[in-house]
């Protein structure tokens, strides 16, 4: 029998780790999630079609396994103490301060500081209670330090992900070209050691989607149609070029 949470009457907190979104929004596959960020990525148009699904799988594995070597529990509150004992500074900004309004946390390397943006925290405790949930804050918080722990890890021990994984050949002039890594790549290994760490039963960047489309006024049934497209547009790509 599963232990998910999901009823939508008890008002005891609950883990993000119990909740199964499937039941009550749309959802997508992890590598379909991953190909829209990794569509973001400026030198994409360059990514064989051929090679898209096996760099995705990728990335996902590596954030993965490297979240496999960290010696964490899932307590919120011990992974928080982790990171400070690690020697990184975590904030919470004020809105104000912050130039671009989509980041939701951003680490910085000298000195190694976590910055965690109070209008993404306060966005997602109301989407978790807006579909019946009350998730404890210091879970939405570990899961912003989590993603930008995994940048401090690649800053300070294993070094860029993009750099690790294969590169794209950019024209430059003539017969040259130059090998550009595609560093979207980091997010979504980032995204894969998050959920790893946090026994997520989904993607953390499925949560980003949904908001951007909740914040544009879809219906969940506009949502759930989106989201068959884009299915499906992957399912084409995976397909055998005839």
Known sequence: MSTRYSSMNSKRSVSLHEIALERWWPTLPTPV????ELEQDPFYSFLDERKVSDIIDEALYYGKQQAKKMEVSRSPTQIINQVIHSGIRIRFPPKETQQNHTIRAQYRTTPPTIDVYRHSLQELLHFFQKTGFKVPQEEIITLHVVHEW????ESSHWGRTD??????SVPLWGPIYKHRPLKRLREIAAHS??????ELPWSPLLLDHLLLL???????QQIRD???HLNVK??????PKK
């Open 33 to 36: 999630l991953a190909l829209l």
């Open 150 to 153: 995994f940048h401090h890890m």
């Open 163 to 168: 750099l690790k994984l294969p590169k794209v």
């Open 193 to 198: 050691f998050t959920q790893e760490i946090m």
């Open 214 to 220: 909740i914040q544009h006024g879809q219906s969940k």
């Open 226 to 228: 989106h989201f068959t």
């Open 234 to 239: 992957y399912q084409m790509l995976l397909s």
